[in-house]
């Protein structure tokens, strides 16, 4: 099927290097498309924050309003970004310090914990944010990753396995928040970005916007409409370059893609994925890209990673647990997997069709 629109957003490139962003914020200043002061046009800005490139479109108010809004949420993801750093030195890192010494810590929004551990039990523990030592292990803790440190062993692996960190290990009262296994280390990496777009797009509906789609680094919502327009925005394919498919949305909505091609390591010829499978401490293999469509960005993120890790085999019932209704994966060869309803929902651009798998109703 060809895709017959202009897209709004391509979902792009998630990590880029810290010396690459210097350059580009400094370009970014002046590449704020401010398309004149009307209310009929696409107000856009481009912003880093969260070790990615963020965008804003925002249409229905005047450039003044759209520029208020905006400085609003840059400040708030802003503070997001510190408080939940995994290891930049943040209240974050203060509270798993707290954790590893069986002592208890502060996290101010114990709303994103609480949210995480539903989540974690609905995914059957495959999200599971409380395995930040094996994130680390595998090296994932740094902006710019090494593929030439040498990969840990299994003995190192298994012990951190057979710790068992669980996000039920954590025990929260008010402020305060308790594990009973002090191997739990929090990382909301696959979890933090969509959280934060739900926030962002709560807040600019709260400061008078009803049109806009806010874009970190391919964790994508959108609520509203451009005049009688539908939002469209393209899906990166997983090859690194190009639109895998597009989809229209429809009214408040977060499309969020987990993938293996941004952020991996790849050491003596072989890539190693930053999602890990909390069963084995492994990185997840087999598929390139995951997308969940969902209302709610924290819900689509935490599926997007834990769908990766389902994989081929399990994606069905882990996605039917976890209440998502669109889902779409591409594989290591290119192959594209999709639920029914999702089949409906994305175009594909007509020089470029793949492989397609509808699976049955989800
Ligand atoms: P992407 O960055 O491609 O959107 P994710 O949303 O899946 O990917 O986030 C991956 C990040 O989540 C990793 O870099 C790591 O910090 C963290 N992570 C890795 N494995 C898991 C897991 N099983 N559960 C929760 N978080 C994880
Ligand atoms: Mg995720």
């Known amino acids: ?15 880029l290097t810290k010396t690459f962003m210097k350059k580009f914020i400094s370009i970014s200043i002046l590449f704020v498309l401010l398309l004149n002061g009307c209310t009929q046009q696409v107000y856009q800005k481009q912003f880093y924050v969260f070790g990615t490139l ?19 949420i840059i400040k708030d993801l802003q503070l997001m970004h510190h408080q939940w750093h995994a290891w930049d030195p943040s209240p974050l ?18 709303a994103l914990l609480i949210q995480a551990q539903q989540l974690y039990t609905l995914s059957d523990g495959l999200f599971n944010p409380a395995i930040g030592q094996l994130i680390s292990l595998w090296g994932f803790h740094k902006d710019d990753l090494s593929h030439t440190q040498a990969l840990p062993s299994q003995k190192q692996i298994s012990a951190l396995v057979a710790l068992n960190p669980r996000m039920d290990d954590i025990q929260i009262e008010n402020n305060q928040v308790l594990s009973h296994n002090r191997a739990v280390q929090l990382d909301f990496g696959a979890f933090a970005k969509g959280y934060a777009i739900d926030r962002a797009i709560k807040t600019l509906r709260q ?6 789609i806010i874009n970190a680094g391919g964790n994508l919502k959108a609520m509203g409409k451009k005049g009688d327009t539908s939002w469209v925005i393209g899906i990166r ?24 091609y941004e952020r991996f390591r790849e050491y003596q010829g072989v890539r190693y994925s930053h999602i890990i499978d909390p069963r084995t401490g492994n990185p997840a293999k087999g598929l390139s890209s995951v997308t969940v469509i969902a209302q709610s960005g924290a819900l689509a993120d935490a599926a997007s990673t834990a769908l990766t890790i389902a994989g081929l085999k399990d994606w069905h019932r882990i996605a ?3 209440g998502i209704k669109y889902v779409m994966l591409v594989d290591d060869a290119g192959i594209v997997y999709v639920n029914p309803a999702m089949a409906k929902r994305v175009q594909f651009p007509a020089e470029q069709v793949p492989t397609i798998v509808v699976s049955e109703p989800l």
């Open 207 to 212: 400061l008078g916007i009803q049109n806009a």
């Open 237 to 260: 394919h997983p090859s690194g370059s190009g639109i895998l498919g597009g989809v229209v949305l429809n009214g408040e909505e977060s499309v969020i893609t987990s993938g293996n």
């Open 93 to 110: 890192t203060d509270l798993n310090q707290a954790m590893a010494t069986g002592k208890s810590g502060i996290l101010t929004d114990t």
């Open 54 to 72: 963020v965008g804003v479109s925002i249409w229905g108010v005047s450039t003044e309003e759209a520029d208020t809004a905006v400085d609003v």
């Open 1 to 15: 099927m060809p895709v017959p629109f202009i897209l709004d957003i391509l979902i792009q490139t998630k990590f």
């Open 320 to 322: 039917r647990q976890m």
